[in-house]
């Protein structure tokens, strides 16, 4: 194994466990929120991670903008469609965990100000 | 649904999905990609902002109705596939301009059919979804 | 002789465009047509008496041996004269009759048809042409038949006429085929000499009932006689040239015509024996308890054509003979009764016996046409039907069959009943007080009485020069059905006999069952007691339980339930791969050739099996569309497991558009899939059927990895993409050139679809906007 | 050979669909486009027909790619004569159109749809690669359903429901047939894979690839047990669209059922039973729906698929004799119930109903049509000499040659019930006096004169074509009978297509 | 990896005939989507799989000088891909069209009764 | 050990140990939005995969199909939340 | 500003060309080249911006990545642990961020950092609702996004 290699096996393993972390963090998390607010995060550094490896296998500048652009789209997209479902699922109710401390926004429904 | 953050992503998503979809058409002889992808992916640009801004807006902003591009991406494709025949050759057979052209590569007929394609299958994915949402909302 | 049929037709089309001129009285003028052809058939009769038959070919349809190929010999101008001669007295007859019918034009147009038709079916010297021409007379005596197409019952018979001849039609063409089949021809000449090919080919039991099905359909043989009754319901005109004289005569025809091709056999005698036998005495005995004057025609008419049956299911000579005049005779006093019974109800407006009587007073000259075809009929003396009635009595003593005694007695039988319903139908409206409400009947038009009395004169004419007729017609005839020329001379005088006295005899009980049996309604009820012992009742059942069973089918298969169908095709699918996958023996595997499983590959599998499990089962539509979108994802995934990266961007694009159609369309539908659950036992039989469907579809592709591959187009492509294609993305370059087509008609069918949602969303047909 | 010709009625029902598509407001351009491009596309039919009739097979690579590499279009006697008939028939249809289908129909792409279906059947016919048959296939199956559902009326719904299931279902069994015929021979190329199929050694794989063509084809068909999308839906849409399916649609299913079973698959005893019974079955079950129908248009869909039994028999019988028989019904059929659909639609002109129950009086009042009607009517049954009746004589003697009397007595049967529900709708519908407390809702009266030309004219066409293909029987027996020539020795076929190779 | 794809497209196949006899007209598009997936996976394994081998040419190279995996079914699946997006489209627009004409998805109410024929 | 060895037993199987996990969640649900967050993590973990591939088999190509699948991924995620805010 | 970015970029390009090799690093090491010998020609334009935003953005991408592993660390102990240490919570942010741009670069960024999650915008656009993980003073929580991320992003965009 060369240098590259080595290095190369360090970040998609730290890739990988990223997004086994977010996987884990999907399936125990108690709430819906929590569970989003994990994987958007972890996923997108995941992928991160390995795309940055690829970037440093081919020695091909295309390459090299090809995983930016990926990594780019990805940060570009992903908070946006957590925002979405994430707002979606506050307004059709799904519940929080038991343990919530606190929850500005539903104060804010109330004073009717909120959308719609 | 008007949700800001949404709208203002879709800005910047708009024209860097349609510039993509246009390097996905180029290329397509090239790299994976070609008319079909490349139209979808222009489509799903526009989905995009109508899912941000309402369907109403989008069509707004296209000027022209979406079933309006299908028989122009039609025509372009068909003009393709019959131009040969007015070279003796049959129907659908690719003719050439001699030298490449940088970025795109060798310019013939198969790359005006690939473009009736993505215009096609723009036209019939908005028009399909366009339709029924602005009937539904 | 072609142009004998083909004038018929032409005229009859000409009458479509030009029929307003002929809706008047001028309609007479068109029977100069049958007088022209009358006048060409007797021109040949002395060629053909001297023993000649006329050919006369056209090239039509080569290829089937059909071709306008048409023979004149004895038995086609004995009909051909009747049709034609007894054609134009009908002609002028039904111009007067039917005077001022608005559909005169009509009439003529159907009779000119039915007339060629006819001389089409007796002039084929090939049976498949003689068959077309069978099927129009069937066709066009339906039209004439309904012709009062305005009454409910006129139609019923049209109908019932033209299904029963109409399926002895077809019968008798696969009789045909067959025997075209067996002897190599369809030419009448060629099958005569191949007759014994026939005879003795083992199918010939069949042809034999095809082909006889076919005639005593047509000549209303029991149990298939009972259209004709029905068909009375026609204009007298029709009925007296149709269902006297010419076309249940087809039949008769048709039996002579294949004397000598099938006849000579057992089975053929003892089957026309038989069945002539039963018609002629089930139909004279029926004849007596009828009341409607038409009625006891018709059934006579069935009890006739029984006996021409019976005469040529003997097959003697003498038997031939005595067809050969019987037809000319009946022929002749049948027409001249019908026409008499017509003017009859035209001028009195009822053709019940039971009120009849005493129009002698008043209708002198159809009293004495009437009387005549009624003599005739009786076989008096002097007239043909004497001699007629002769000659059968002579057939059946000269059988020497053991059972001639038994022939001649049913014989005798039927003539009784024939001569008493002959005077029922030709005296008895004419005899005894003229009924008051009668008293102010006026004569008719000269059109009108003048037809039957020619044919009644007519009758007793050759009744007193019989030779005349024997000579130049009927031996003709018999040395066409015998082939080998005859010599007899017909006598009114043979001396002091057995045959005088079975005349003397019959003559007699006729007359004194005439006096004695009083028609009345009474009877009618008799008989009808005995309906539901008839065919025709046996028919009508029949039928009813043929359209049940009908709608109780239609409805079992085709019952409104898509899923009934999708299981059925399914089912039918499974049925045949069971079969081939059990044909094609044990299944083997080749590990060797396997590619080893990654784990990644293995999970994607079992996430879609997860994907495809939870699609499935769930009770939610979202959920199921999120199953269908992680079933899409994987796939592409596996895509590019296997290195088609263009189809993993596809499959992902399209899978996402279908996530956001089907979001689109399903938010106002409820949530929830509650009509799923339906009866326990119809879901565990569908998931059977479904998980055999892909076992079968399983062991199919495992048998079809087995088979080794040729890639010699997929290596064309690689080594020509660039070079000749100029590109270097084969899947593209194969889709936008190799196989461009594809693609460009791929394309329209997504427009398409496009324009059918547009128009299935936006097209809101209102009720006022017709199609 | 280059000879664009052989696509030429493609390309000119393509571009008439393109120019109609430009022009989505303006409907009588559209009427002038769609009865001109009709009329230019069966000049060119005709001249394709007599080029091969004359000429022999005429092949033309798409792309110049030769065969079994690229697409390869054939025209032979067979596929030229469907061509030809289709565009008969799409000549009549398109004109009856002009009155018979409403302006809003037209707004909403009525001549498009109409002209691409017609492209497809005729694409369908032409083509000599299986895959890219099955795109024909599916430009025909979607055009078909957006002219089903056009107007959108609830049973118009109901049926393309049905429908659109089962021919989905079918085009599933074809796509799955050509995975599997691709994995054992790597080829698409309709004669390259006959001479391939022939050397594959595992021959029931060869059966079983069979199977799914069979189902497939069966089901466009509309064969027993697969027929029943045919009366869930032919009852539904406008006539004018309903004669284009009643008398083409199920038609390339035969069409591809013949290709598939005489090119690729040579039927093995096995085969050949399950066409008859199929046939028979098919046969009787039309026959029994006909029987108890009373909306025309429900008695002419069972009728169809009762007389799909007799051209599918001929294929079981698979003798010279039986696939003669079954091509002439096949030419036959496709005019006739054409044209029965438009009469449908005329009579509902006439009278605003479809049910025989409250029809009648029409032969009173309108006695020269009615007898231009019982002409097509009774080639229908096979009355001698009109078109039906020849074919009759090839099946009826072919299964009799081959003792396969079941088919006879289904033949017999089937022509029987038809024969007395011709008369019986002759006598309900013609005959009879106009039902007394039916109010009659006359369309047609009121027409213009031009209008009412347009719509008898193409009944008029196709019932002249009727009577020239029975009273010149001869000449469609010629054709009928090198088209069951090239269908038993397919060697000129992959020889024209491949060169010999 | 043959077997468990061919066992994949088993269960495709099986669970799309389950679907589409369910009475659910949302299942039956759901049963024809999986079919048509199992049809394109079908295509796909019996054309020969290759691994990581996409049959497009590297930048430097005018011909293939490795294997690559067999471009025909994947322009086959990718047309009928295409092709079922648009027949599905207009399916799931039939369904929205009957829904909103019947109120129902229940596959077993669309029988209007004969009488109601024109 | 080589580098491809390392990815076929290190880092596929963590992967694919990721996907099975994000695959209970999504068979878990219990809400629909739950599903949908999971489609959209299998999708990241999807574009993890098609890298990894396109890494172990030397295929730059293959991440055509990641940049693709970055970019259109979250239409999904929208049309769930569009089409639950709608029916609301 | 932009002239700048152009030029830089160009100076990138020719150094590529000059060296005959577009290898990604190359490329990079032009354009730090070029940035440098831009800096150096421009000390005296008044127009600095250019100059001091690129370390700017640089020295916020690396914060951010750091923020980024620090937080996915915490989580990720969070989750493989068995016991929950998260008090999640909603927090209503104000926003000093007015221009779209600004807002949905922040938003982004406040998403993709583990621990918080917006969940919406107010109408007027004057507050955030944030999903947060660890909530431990909700004052304490604002005042780190208001000088942490708006406060460096600010600088950078305006
Ligand atoms: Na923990
Ligand atoms: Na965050």
Redesign the pocket.
């Known amino acids: 194994m060369t240098v590259t290699d080595i290095f190369i096996a360090i970040f998609s393993t730290l890739g990988s466990l990223a997004i086994l972390f977010a996987a884990i963090g999907m399936v125990r998390m108690p709430d819906f929120y929590l569970r989003l607010s994990v994987t958007v995060k972890a996923g997108t550094l995941g992928v991160g991670f390995l795309l940055f490896c690829a970037a440093v296998i081919f020695p091909d500048i295309s390459v090299t903008t090809k995983a930016i652009a990926i990594a780019f789209f990805l940060i570009l997209t992903a908070p946006v469609a957590a925002h979405m479902i994430a707002r979606t699922a506050y307004h059709i109710g799904v519940p929080m965990w038991k343990d919530t401390v606190i929850d500005e926004f539903e104060t804010e429904d109330e004073r009717g100000d909120g959308e719609e | 649904m008007k949700s800001p953050i949404l709208q203002s992503a879709s800005r910047y998503l708009l024209p860097i999905l349609l510039l993509f979809s246009v390097f996905l058409l180029l290329r397509g002889h090239y790299y994976p990609g070609g008319g079909f992808v490349g139209g979808l992916v222009a489509a799903i640009a526009f989905v995009l902002h109508s899912f941000a801004f309402g369907t109403a807006e989008s069509m707004k902003m296209l000027k022209y109705k979406p079933s309006a591009i299908i028989p122009v991406g039609l025509i372009v494709a068909a003009i393709a596939m019959f131009l040969p025949v007015l070279f003796g050759l049959p129907v659908m057979t690719g003719l050439w301009i001699e030298e490449p052209i940088p970025v795109v590569g060798m310019i013939g007929s198969a790359l005006l059919f690939d473009i009736g394609v993505y215009l096609v299958v723009i036209g019939v994915v908005l028009t399909i979804l366009f339709t029924i949402s602005l009937e539904t909302h | 002789m072609l142009f004998t049929i083909l004038i018929g037709l032409i005229t009859s089309c000409l009458l479509i465009p030009l029929g307003k001129y002929f809706r008047s009285p001028v309609s007479v003028a068109l029977a100069l047509l049958p007088v022209i052809l009358f006048g060409y058939f007797v021109y040949h009769i002395p060629q053909v008496s001297s023993g000649e038959t006329l050919y006369e070919s056209t090239k039509w349809v080569p290829s089937l041996g059909i071709n306008f190929d048409f023979r004149l010999d004895g038995l086609s101008l004995l009909f051909s004269l009747l049709i034609t001669g007894i054609g134009s007295l009908i002609f002028v007859y039904a111009s007067s009759y039917l005077k001022g019918h608005p559909y005169l034009d009509r009439f003529y147009g159907y009779l000119c048809l039915f007339m060629s038709a006819m001389l089409g079916v007796v002039l084929s010297d090939n049976i498949l042409l003689l068959f077309i021409f069978w099927e129009l007379t069937s066709i066009s005596s339906f039209f004439l038949i309904g012709f009062n197409n305005d009454s409910a019952v006129s139609r019923k018979s049209a109908l019932t006429a033209l299904s029963m001849t109409g399926l002895g039609g077809f019968l008798l063409l696969a009789g045909m085929v067959l025997i075209g089949e067996m002897a190599g021809t369809y030419s009448i000449g060629e099958l005569i000499n191949a007759s014994g090919v026939i005879t003795e080919h083992p199918l010939y039991p069949l042809v034999l009932g095809l082909v006889l099905m076919g005639a005593f359909t047509k000549s209303a043989q029991f149990p298939f006689h009972f259209w004709l009754p029905g068909a009375m319901k026609a204009p007298t005109p029709v009925s007296a040239y149709l269902h006297s004289a010419t076309m249940v005569k087809a039949g008769i025809f048709l039996m002579a015509r294949f004397t000598p091709i099938l006849g000579g056999t057992p089975l053929w005698s003892y089957t026309l024996l038989i069945v002539g036998g039963v018609t002629m005495l089930y139909a004279a005995v029926h004849s007596l308890f009828r009341t409607d004057l038409k009625g006891v025609l018709a059934y006579s008419t069935i009890a006739v054509l029984g006996v021409l049956t019976f005469l040529i299911g003997l097959g003697t000579e003498e038997a031939f003979i005595a067809a050969g005049t019987f037809i000319i005779a009946h022929a002749l006093y049948k027409a001249s009764l019908f026409l008499v019974t017509g003017v009859i109800d035209y001028q009195t407006g009822t053709r019940d016996i039971t009120r009849l009587g005493g129009l002698r007073k008043v209708l002198f000259p159809v009293f004495v046409a009437g009387t005549l075809a009624a003599l005739s009929s009786a076989g008096l003396p002097f007239s043909f039907g004497f001699i007629g009635k002769d000659l059968i009595y002579e057939a059946t003593l000269t059988a020497g069959d053991p059972l001639r005694i038994l022939l001649t007695v049913v014989a005798v039988i039927a003539n009784i009943c024939l001569v008493a319903a002959g005077f029922m139908a030709g005296i008895k409206p004419f005899a005894g007080a003229l009924p008051t409400q009668f008293a102010d009947v006026k004569m008719p038009s000269a059109l009108v009485w003048i037809p039957p009395l020619i044919l009644g004169l007519s009758g007793f004419a050759l009744g007193c020069f019989p030779d005349l007729a024997g000579q130049y017609i009927v031996a003709p005839t018999v040395s066409a059905l015998t082939v080998e020329p005859v010599e007899f001379t017909l006598k009114i005088w043979h001396g002091f006999n057995t045959v005088l006295l079975l005349s003397g005899i019959t003559i007699i009980a006729g007359t004194v069952v005439y006096l004695f049996n009083k028609p009345a309604v009474s009877k009618i009820a008799f008989v009808e007691r005995f309906n539901s012992y008839t065919p025709h009742y046996f028919f009508q059942k029949s039928w009813i339980t043929f359209r049940r069973f009908s709608v109780w089918y239609t409805g079992f298969m085709h019952n409104g339930f898509l899923r009934s169908y999708l299981i059925k095709i399914i089912i039918f699918a499974e049925i045949l791969l069971i079969y081939e996958l059990v044909k094609g023996g044990p299944i083997y595997i080749d590990y060797g050739k396997l590619i080893p499983v990654s784990v990644h590959e293995g999970i994607n599998v079992l996430i879609l099996l997860g994907a495809i499990y939870l699609t499935v089962t769930t009770t939610s539509r979202l959920t199921a569309v999120v199953g269908t979108s992680i079933i899409g994802y994987a796939i592409c995934l596996m895509f590019v497991f296997y290195s088609a990266p263009d189809l993993a961007i596809t499959q992902f694009t399209i899978d996402t558009l279908t996530v956001v159609l089907f979001v689109f369309v399903l938010f106002n539908l409820p949530s929830f899939l509650v009509v799923a659950h339906g009866n326990r036992s119809i879901v565990i039989r569908d998931a059977l059927v479904a998980g055999l469907f892909g076992i079968l579809l399983s062991l199919t592709a495992i048998k079809v990895l087995q088979v080794p591959t040729v890639k010699d187009i997929s290596e064309f492509y690689g080594k020509f993409a660039y070079s000749l294609a100029k590109g270097k993305n084969v899947v593209n370059i194969v889709l936008v050139d190799f196989r461009g087509f594809d693609t460009m008609f791929e394309i329209v069918v997504l427009s398409i679809s496009a324009i059918g949602v547009y128009s299935l969303i936006k097209l809101r047909l209102k009720t006022s906007e017709k199609d | 050979m280059i000879d664009n010709h052989i696509v030429a009625t493609v390309l000119v029902h393509l571009f008439t669909a393109l120019a109609q598509l430009l022009l989505p407001k303006k409907t009588v351009p559209q009427m002038i486009l769609s009865i001109a491009g009709c009329l230019l596309s069966f000049l060119l039919a005709l001249a394709l027909f007599m080029k091969v009739y004359s000429g022999g097979i005429l092949t033309m690579n798409a792309a110049n790619w030769d065969a079994p590499f690229g697409i390869v279009f054939v025209a032979d006697l067979f596929s030229s004569t469907m061509v030809l008939l289709t565009s008969v028939a799409a000549l009549a249809v398109s004109i009856f159109s002009a009155v018979g289908v409403g302006r809003a129909r037209m707004l909403f792409g009525y001549f498009p749809i109409f002209h691409f279906l017609i492209m497809g059947l005729n694409g369908a016919f032409l083509t000599g690669d299986i895959f890219n048959l099955y795109v024909w296939f599916e430009v025909v199956i979607i055009s078909s359903f957006v002219l089903l559902t056009l107007g959108g009326r609830i049973p118009q719904l109901e049926g393309a429901v049905k429908y659109m299931a089962m021919n989905i279902l079918a085009s599933m069994f074809f796509l799955t047939g050509i995975g599997i015929l691709y994995g054992i021979t790597g080829s698409l190329n309709m004669a390259d894979l006959s001479l391939k199929i022939a050397q594959v050694e595992d021959r029931s794989v060869v059966n079983l690839t069979a199977i799914f063509f069979l189902v497939g084809f069966g089901i466009k068909s509309a064969v027993f047990p697969l027929y029943f999308w045919l009366p869930s839906s032919y009852h539904t849409p406008p006539s004018a669209v309903a004669a284009v399916f009643g008398g083409l649609l199920t038609k390339l299913g035969l069409y591809a059922l013949f290709r598939c079973f005489t090119l690729l698959f040579v039927p093995d005893d096995f085969a050949q039973t399950v066409f008859i019974i199929i046939a028979c079955a098919t046969i009787l079950t039309g026959a029994f729906g006909a029987l108890i129908r009373t909306n025309i248009r429900r008695v002419l869909s069972y009728l169809i698929v009762c007389h799909i039994g007799f051209v599918v028999g001929g294929l079981g019988l698979c003798s010279k004799t039986a696939l003669l028989g079954a091509v002439f019904y096949l030419i036959h059929d496709i005019i006739v119930k054409t044209n029965l659909f438009l009469i449908a639609g005329l009579i509902r002109q006439l009278r605003g109903t479809m049910n025989m129950g409250k029809l009648g009086g029409i032969y009173a009042e309108y006695p020269k049509i009615s007898l231009l009607i019982a002409i097509v009517l009774f080639s229908l049954v096979g009355i001698p000499p009109l078109s039906g009746f020849w074919p009759k004589i090839y099946l009826i003697e072919a299964a009799l040659m081959s003792k396969s009397y079941a088919f006879t007595a289904s033949v017999i049967l089937g022509s029987f019930i038809t024969l007395f529900v011709v008369a019986k709708l002759w006598s309900e519908v013609f005959w009879k006096d106009a039902v007394v407390d039916e109010v009659i809702v006359d369309n047609f009266k009121p027409l213009k004169t031009g209008r009412k030309f347009l719509m008898i004219l193409p009944i008029g066409i196709l019932a002249s074509t009727s009577l020239f293909i029975g009273l010149n029987a001869e000449f469609i027996i010629q054709v009928a009978d090198r088209i069951a020539n090239e269908m038993i020795d397919t060697t000129p076929y992959t020889s024209a297509v491949l060169g010999n190779k | 990896m043959e077997l468990l794809l061919v066992f994949l497209i088993g269960a495709l196949y099986a669970s799309g005939v389950y679907l589409i006899l369910r009475r659910s007209m949302v299942r039956l598009l759901l049963g024809i989507i999986l079919l048509g997936n199992g049809t394109n996976i079908l295509i796909f394994l019996l054309g020969t799989i290759t691994k990581g081998k996409p049959p497009v040419m590297a930048a430097n190279l005018e011909v293939f000088e490795d294997i690559y995996a067999d471009p025909i079914p994947q322009a086959l699946i990718l047309t009928a891909i295409v092709i079922s997006f648009g027949l599905t489209s207009f399916a799931i627009v039939l369904l929205k069209r009957v829904y909103a004409l019947l109120g129902t998805d229940d596959l077993d109410t669309l029988n209007t009764p004969q009488e109601e024929d024109i | 050990m080589t580098l491809n060895l390392y990815f076929d037993y290190v880092i596929f199987p963590l992967l694919s140990v990721s996907a099975i996990l994000i695959f209970i969640r999504l068979f878990k649900g219990p809400d629909l939005v739950d599903r949908v967050i999971s489609i959209d993590l299998i999708i990241t973990t999807g574009i993890a995969v098609i890298t990894a591939i396109s890494i172990r088999s030397a295929q730059p190509v293959f991440l055509d199909v990641a940049v693709i699948l970055a970019l259109i991924a979250f239409l999904g995620t929208i049309a769930f939340s569009f089409y639950l805010d709608k029916q609301k | 500003m932009i002239k700048h970015l152009l030029m830089n970029l160009l100076l990138s390009f020719i150094w590529v060309a000059l060296t005959g090799s577009l290898y990604f690093m190359n490329f990079f090491f032009g354009f730090l080249l070029g940035f440098s010998v831009l800096w150096i020609l421009n000390r005296s334009e008044e127009d600095h911006r250019y100059f001091t935003r690129v370390p700017q953005t640089i020295m916020f991408i690396f914060f951010f990545v750091y923020e980024m592993i620090v937080a996915n660390l915490q989580v990720a102990?969070?989750?493989?642990?068995?016991?929950?240490?998260f008090k999640p919570g909603i927090v209503r942010y104000p926003l000093q961020a007015d221009t779209d741009v600004e807002i949905s670069i922040l938003s982004t960024i406040i998403s993709l950092t583990p621990g918080t999650l917006i969940l919406d915008i107010s109408e007027d656009k004057k507050w955030l609702y944030i999903h947060v993980m660890y909530l431990g003073d909700k004052e304490r929580f604002i005042q780190r996004i208001k000088n942490g991320f708006e406060k460096r992003l600010l600088a950078i965009l305006r």
């Open positions: 102990y969070d989750v493989i642990t068995p016991k929950y240490f």
